[in-house]
């Protein structure tokens, strides 16, 4: 099993939808994770923490589910430059990354 | 603000050819950190460097070495390559130090390397 494990899409929304992620990780000792995006053939940028209260950050919202040992990226009204690659990050004792889910937005 | 800058951007080199990657980050962090990227596999670590003087491999570090120049520069060298390190080297940083755990990192933008 993949210590950290993301469907690899691609998610096909329009603009305006609401679309969501999850990520699933295998070392319940996991103590921080991150999302991160990743443009096509462009370097992974920090997207947002995610914390175990949840947290938002404008139109992006991520959870964290411990006992389900689940991550979740949700994007509301979706924008055409919202498509990319988004990748889950999970640290135990160094970053492990997922393969990423890809979206995009069509007009 | 150039962040984190990694040269050059692409390479083509034969099989048993050696190269440097560059990399410096002007962020005054102090933990960076090298990448490889393929297909259909997430970011692997190759090696990593929690502090300046300090070295540390990563899950991939077999045929590949690092130097820590100084505080700003870290860079990686292929002695031998081979068409298996055929990828995406990403460098990266963060601010604190103690190695990879627990912090968000800073990406270069790439090295595209071919080996033939």
């Known amino acids: 099993r993949k210590e950290v494990e993301q469907d690899p899409g691609p998610f096909n929304v329009p603009e305006g939808a609401t679309v969501a992620f999850n990520c699933t990780y295998s070392n319940s000792a996991s103590q921080s994770f991150f999302w991160y995006r990743q443009d096509c053939r462009k370097e992974p940028k920090l997207l947002m923490s995610?914390?175990?209260s949840g947290n938002e950050d404008g139109r992006f919202t991520a959870q964290l589910n411990r006992a389900s040992q689940y991550i979740s990226l949700l994007i509301r009204d979706s924008k055409l430059s919202d498509s990319a690659t988004y990748l889950c990050?999970?640290?135990?004792?160094?970053?492990?990354f997922g393969t990423g889910t890809r979206l995009q937005v069509f007009p | 603000n150039a962040g984190v800058t990694q040269t050059p951007k692409f390479q083509v080199l034969k099989t048993g050819q050696s190269m440097t990657l560059q990399c410096a980050q002007d962020m005054n962090h102090n933990s960076m950190y090298w990448y490889r990227q393929d297909p259909g596999m997430g970011l692997r670590l190759i090696y990593y460097s929690a502090s300046e003087g300090t070295t540390d491999k990563g899950e991939v570090p077999n045929g590949y070495n690092v130097s820590r120049l100084n505080k700003r520069e870290f860079s990686l060298r292929l002695e031998s390559a081979a068409p298996s390190q055929t990828s995406v080297y990403f460098c990266?940083?963060?601010?604190?130090?103690?190695?990879?755990?627990?912090?968000?990192?800073?990406f270069g933008d790439g090295t595209r390397l071919s080996i033939l």
């Open positions: 995610v914390y175990s």
């Open positions: 990266a940083s963060s601010v604190a130090g103690g190695g990879p755990g627990n912090q968000p990192q800073h």
């Open positions: 990050v999970v640290n135990t004792d160094k970053l492990i």
